[in-house]
Each structure stands twice: as structure tokens, then as C-alpha cells.
């Protein structure tokens, strides 16, 4: 059964939700939260990638602001959470997350990492900084401006260390199409495979079917890009 436990980081308790698949995993994938927590939905996508034969688990960014379930309605209590991430609270907390997948027998390229919202912009700065086997952003944010501490992703797109796909839609009011264009291009400088995949139809968190913003065509067709990407760069070395 899916569980939440404790993990240590540098410098503080985490939670880590674990979804483990039905038989032994050769791959993990690290799910990385919306701004509104580990919530049902997040740990829903969790347990989605166990059900695809991956170890996954979901850290629980939170922790250092009370760790809540935030409510889609109410955008204003999301910003005290957001601006208490720090660039050296998120590498603790990956660090830690990867120890833990560490200690459950899978390297560093036998995981792979997707974000969603800020978690989007998470995944890709960690697919600059380790030597993972994949990452997938959904409409990860401050593409040229950075947040949370970390870099604008444009300025690191050519440290990219693994494979990475990132998903976005031409109606998200907050990323600009010409700011993805210009990550597409910076990311394909890095020497390692990059894709970017754009829909015409689709906003801002348009993969989350607990949101209004949710639409069906393209979280279908990003769902399955991004298993595509898993397996191909994850399991399919594995198996070979």
C-alpha cells in the first residue's frame, strides 16, 4: 500500500510518499509537487507511475512551511509556501530523495524525475545538476527569470546531464510561447536529447484533471509522451 514516511534531509524531517509497483522495480521516478502540496492529485500521479512498474515517490517540498494540502480555489495561500523554497532547501530535499532510492538498490540513471507547475521548473534544474536516466517538465515556470533561488533555465539549458522533454500549452497566460522557444533552442545546445512539445489548446496546468483548467486531449497526449520518455530512457536500458 502507498504510504507516506520520514526521510532525513540536511536539515530537517521530509515526508516522501511511496507508491511501490506490483513487482520488483528496475526504475523510480521522483514526482515533484504542484504549488499546492502533495495533494490527492499529486499522490494520484504517484501512485499512476507504480502502476506503470516504477518505484515512485513524491517529496513533500512543504515540509519546512507545515507540509499542507492546498485548495485549487485559493491561489493566496500558495505564496507563503512558495516563497519560503530556498535553492539549498530544494537540493537538500532531492539529495535526500535520491539517498533514499539509493538505499532501495537504483542508481542515479535507473531514475527519472517529472515536475508540474513549479515542480516543472524543479525537474528540469535537477536534470542540469545530476546525472539522472530522464526528466519531464509539465509547464514548469520561470523559464528566463528563475525562481525559488534557482536560475533562470534558459541561462543553464546547456548543462543538461540526461534526457529531458518538456510539456506546455499555448494558452498559459504565464509562460510566454516565445520564452519556451527560446528553451527549446537553448536545450539543444546541451548535447544531450531535448524535446519540446507545445498545444495549441491547452493553459496552464492543463494535465490536472482536478483543475478547471484541465483539458483532456492534451494531458492524454502529454501522459503519454511522458511514459514514452520513461521507458525509453529508463527501462528500456534495463531490459537490453
Known amino acids: 500500500m502507498p504510504d507516506t514516511v520520514q526521510i532525513d534531509t540536511a536539515d530537517a524531517k521530509m515526508g516522501l510518499y511511496v507508491a511501490r509497483p506490483a513487482t520488483t522495480a528496475t526504475a523510480a521516478v521522483v514526482v515533484i509537487q504542484e504549488a499546492f502540496g502533495v495533494n490527492d492529485h499529486i499522490e494520484d500521479v504517484t501512485r499512476r507511475f507504480a502502476g506503470e512498474g516504477y518505484l515512485a515517490v513524491s517529496p513533500h517540498l512543504f515540509h519546512r512551511s507545515g507540509d499542507p494540502k492546498l485548495s485549487y480555489e485559493d491561489i493566496s495561500q500558495v505564496m507563503p509556501h512558495m516563497q519560503a523554497l530556498s535553492s539549498e532547501g530544494i537540493a537538500n530535499d532531492l539529495g ?5 532510492l539509493a538505499k532501495e538498490g537504483l542508481e542515479a540513471k535507473q531514475i527519472g524525475i517529472v515536475g508540474f507547475c ?22 514548469g515556470g520561470g523559464i528566463a527569470q528563475g525562481r525559488f533561488g534557482l536560475p533562470a533555465q534558459t541561462d543553464v539549458a546547456g548543462d ?4 529531458w522533454l518538456g510539456l506546455y500549452g499555448d494558452l498559459d497566460q504565464s509562460i510566454p510561447v516565445a520564452e519556451v522557444e527560446t528553451l527549446r533552442e537553448s536545450a539543444s545546445r546541451s548535447g544531450v536529447k ?18 478547471d483548467s484541465y483539458h483532456e486531449a492534451s494531458a492524454k497526449d502529454a501522459w503519454g509522451r511522458c511514459l514514452s520518455w520513461f521507458s525509453d530512457n529508463l527501462l528500456g536500458p534495463a531490459e537490453a
Not at 543538461?160 to 534526457?163: D, F, G, N, T, Y
Not at 489548446?201 to 490536472?208: E, S
Open 118 to 139: 513549479m515542480g516543472g521548473t524543479v525537474a528540469f534544474i535537477a536534470a542540469t545538476r545530476y546525472p539522472l536516466g530522464a526528466a519531464v517538465s509539465f509547464y
Open 194 to 211: 531535448a524535446e519540446v512539445v507545445r498545444y495549441a489548446d491547452a493553459g496552464h496546468g492543463f494535465h490536472c484533471d482536478a483543475r
Open 96 to 100: 535526500a530523495t535520491f539517498d533514499f
Open 160 to 163: 543538461l546531464k540526461c534526457p
